[in-house]
T-cell receptor, first 111, second 113 residues
Framework: NAGVTQTPKFQVLKTGQSMTLQCAQD?????MYWYRQDPGMGLRLIYY???????DKGEVPNGYNVSRLNKREFSLRLESAAPSQTSVYFC??????????FGSGTRLTVV | GQQLNQSPQSMFIQEGEDVSMNCTSS?????WLWYKQEPGEGPVLLIA?????ELTSNGRLTAQFGITRKDSFLNISASIPSDVGIYFC?????????????FGKGTKLSVKP
């Protein structure tokens, strides 16, 4: 019963470095999401994938790219990290009308 | 864009007290959800509401989907220390082929034993 698994849990990057956050779900969900959480801001949608092979921008997509590798996996890439991207990143998945299931997050610091 | 206004931002209460928080919007939604987030973890779904006027309980938690479809509230009765966390409301519309969840900014609950 893994649910949604995110790696890594923690990461420190220097400004300008790139990295990919990984997310995998084992619930056979069609839709997957990337959110960022900043203090006092709630969760804001970065990108989502309604189904395998499709991706769409959310509320705050600038500076990010995504890949829906297959039905299980949805990765988030920072091509050139900036301090403003310091945040906690959550991946989630959903099927049908049920609420989203979230991973435990990746805590990213850009220095 | 659509926004959810969640209040209060934070609450400091004594163990055993009841808690009430709410979420309002100028937009109409088809689904309201309440999540709890504990430190170092992702949000976990507490209650889902799918019909205007619906009142649903989950143990000591009770939530209602407002009749206007623009608001929802969450009550916690007889709070205990493990209720500590951030509670988020979230709302969803099923328009077209995709509905995306939007979140309130959260209510941080602290419980004093």
């Amino acid at each position: 019963n893994a649910g949604v698994t995110q790696t890594p849990k923690f990461q420190v990057l220097k400004t300008g470095q790139s990295m990919t956050l990984q997310c995998a779900q084992d619930m056979n969900h069609n839709s997957m999401y990337w959110y960022r959480q900043d203090p006092g801001m709630g969760l804001r949608l970065i990108y989502y994938s309604a189904s395998e092979g499709t991706t769409d921008k959310g509320e705050v997509p600038n500076g990010y790219n995504v890949s829906r590798l297959n039905k299980r996996e949805f990765s988030l890439r920072l091509e050139s990290a900036a301090p403003s991207q310091t945040s906690v990143y959550f991946c989630a998945s959903r099927t049908g009308t049920f609420g989203y299931t979230f991973g435990s997050g990746t805590r990213l610091t850009v220095v | 864009g659509q926004q959810l206004n969640q209040s209060p931002q934070s609450m400091f209460i004594q163990e055993g007290e009841d808690v009430s928080m709410n979420c309002t919007s100028s937009s109409i939604f088809n689904t309201w959800l309440w999540y709890k987030q504990e430190p170092g973890e992702g949000p976990v779904l507490l209650i889902a509401l799918y019909k205007a006027g619906e009142l649903t309980s989950n143990g000591r938690l009770t939530a209602q989907f407002g009749i206007t479809r623009k608001d929802s509230f969450l009550n916690i009765s007889a709070s205990i220390p493990s209720d500590v966390g951030i509670y988020f409301c979230a709302a969803l519309n099923y328009g077209g082929s995709q509905g995306n969840l939007i979140f309130g900014k959260g209510t941080k609950l602290s419980v004093k034993p």
